[in-house]
T-cell receptor, first 120, second 115 residues
Framework: AQKITQTQPGMFVQEKEAVTLDCTYDTSDPSYGLFWYKQPSSGEMIFLIYQGSYDQQNATEGRYSLNFQKARKSANLVISASQLGDSAMYFCAMRERRFAGGTSYGKLTFGQGTILTVHP | DTEVTQTPKHLVMGMTNKKSLKCEQHMGHRAMYWYKQKAKKPPELMFVYSYEKLSINESVPSRFSPECPNSSLLNLHLHALQPEDSALYLC??????????????FGSGTRLTVV
């Protein structure tokens, strides 16, 4: 079963407008983290914003905000005042803690991604 | 230093070659990861090292051989690759062991082409 779902393969937005990128997730762990990453054509995975499962308030980082609805298991990214440089692939990801060989690690699972294109 | 450095940035290799990808971080992170990413697809986890021990091998073919010589360095040795192994290889690291959920820091990747 897919754990992270991004239903928008592509999105278009006009420069200076706001855009929402959708993400739903599925987990039975009470403790998890949700992330959004931006990946331009250069390939670098750029961290944008983080929401912990126990966080009471929605995360914000500059023009990025995360609309966290825990009961609906959704973690949508809102980009305000879009810029041409925002054109990129955007991935939603969920991190669950796993244990193996006596140590812990974080298993990060990505959604399929949304390609955002900002028009002038 | 808050970076993960990957070298080389680009690599072209023949199917009979042996090459290595290198990943380095000096953030004191004790978990390091290799991901493989095909074009327009999400990254797929290959290996996880936790405290320099291989914790997870996600059923990766033996032509990929990871190595973690110390807590700052992670290598991926490549041998007898196939053209379908051409992809972007991403390294990441994370802080572990304190009970909290931490994020990953990714390197900029190595674009591998197998000819």
């Amino acid at each position: 079963a897919q754990k992270i779902t991004q239903t928008q393969p592509g999105m278009f937005v006009q420069e200076k407008e706001a855009v929402t990128l959708d993400c739903t997730y599925d987990t039975s762990d009470p403790s998890y983290g949700l992330f959004w990453y931006k990946q331009p054509s250069s390939g670098e995975m750029i961290f944008l914003i983080y929401q912990g499962s126990y966080d009471q308030q929605n995360a914000t980082e500059g023009r990025y905000s995360l609309n966290f609805q825990k009961a609906r298991k959704s973690a949508n990214l809102v980009i305000s005042a879009s810029q041409l440089g925002d054109s990129a692939m955007y991935f939603c990801a969920m991190r669950e803690r796993r244990f193996a060989g006596g140590t812990s690690y974080g298993k990060l699972t990505f959604g399929q991604g949304t390609i955002l294109t900002v028009h002038p | 230093d808050t970076e993960v450095t990957q070298t080389p940035k680009h690599l072209v290799m023949g199917m009979t070659n042996k090459k290595s990808l290198k990943c380095e971080q000096h953030m004191g992170h004790r978990a390091m990861y290799w991901y493989k990413q095909k074009a327009k697809k999400p990254p797929e986890l290959m290996f996880v090292y936790s405290y320099e021990k291989l914790s997870i091998n996600e059923s990766v073919p033996s032509r990929f051989s990871p190595e973690c010589p110390n807590s700052s360095l992670l290598n991926l040795h490549l041998h007898a690759l196939q053209p379908e192994d051409s992809a972007l290889y991403l390294c990441a690291s994370s802080q572990e062991g304190t009970g909290a959920i931490y994020g990953y820091t990714f390197g900029s990747g190595t674009r591998l082409t197998v000819v």
